[in-house]
């Protein structure tokens, strides 16, 4: 489609949304599976479900243009989906695991706010209240799951991954005082055995 008019931008938006949408759809299981916190696992299926509301709302939007939603892919959401494969496939610490899930769903949540917001905006210059109503209101879900997502991770995950952090430096410390203190037990358990030989 050429980008000649602002209706066809705004088309060409709405179908790049659509497709990432849509895409979250197959990403969010497996980001709610792979979490380790109940509240987080929480978070991810309850934002399944409303991505499906912001599918339905699209398709609307479509139905009311008379066209259809398909025919682009989502380059964008694609590389931020394989981030979050990367992380799933990760080993390290459960704690540590939620927080970088929270970093990519974040990312996603960015793009996404910045995507609505100037569909939003397109739609209102070119008169389509009803799609910009649609679509202000998803826009405001997509800031509602960013702002749960920070309030889990300042009040929850980010602590954990911390406290995990701690215990690998103590660990770490444990393991490298560990010859020194076999060296002074040694030297201890020699001068002992020449103590009692004296007596």
Aim: net charge negative.
């Amino acid at each position: 489609m050429a980008l000649s008019t602002l209706h066809n931008l705004f088309v060409d938006q709405l179908k790049d949304l659509y497709n990432a949408e849509n895409q979250l759809l197959k990403a969010l299981p497996k980001m709610a599976k792979a979490a380790a916190a109940q509240e987080l696992k929480d978070a991810f299926e309850e934002h399944l479900e409303v991505t499906r509301g912001h599918v339905e709302r699209l398709e609307t939007i479509f139905g009311e243009l008379e066209i259809s939603g398909k025919g682009k892919k989502c380059q964008a959401m694609e590389g931020l989906v394989a981030e979050g494969s990367e992380v799933l496939a990760e080993k390290g610490d459960p704690s540590v695991k939620d927080a970088a899930l929270i970093a990519a769903a974040q990312r996603v949540e960015h793009y996404e706010m910045a995507g609505y917001g100037c569909v939003r905006t397109f739609a209102t210059l070119l008169g389509y209240e009803d799609a910009a109503n649609l679509l202000q209101q998803t826009l405001d879900e997509e800031g509602e799951a960013d702002q749960k997502l920070t309030e889990l991770a300042e009040t929850v995950i980010n602590v954990e991954a911390e406290k995990a952090e701690g215990e690998e430096e103590e660990e770490e410390e444990e393991e490298e005082e560990t010859p020194q203190r076999a060296a002074a037990r040694k030297k201890m358990s020699s001068n002992n055995g020449r103590s009692n030989s004296r007596k």
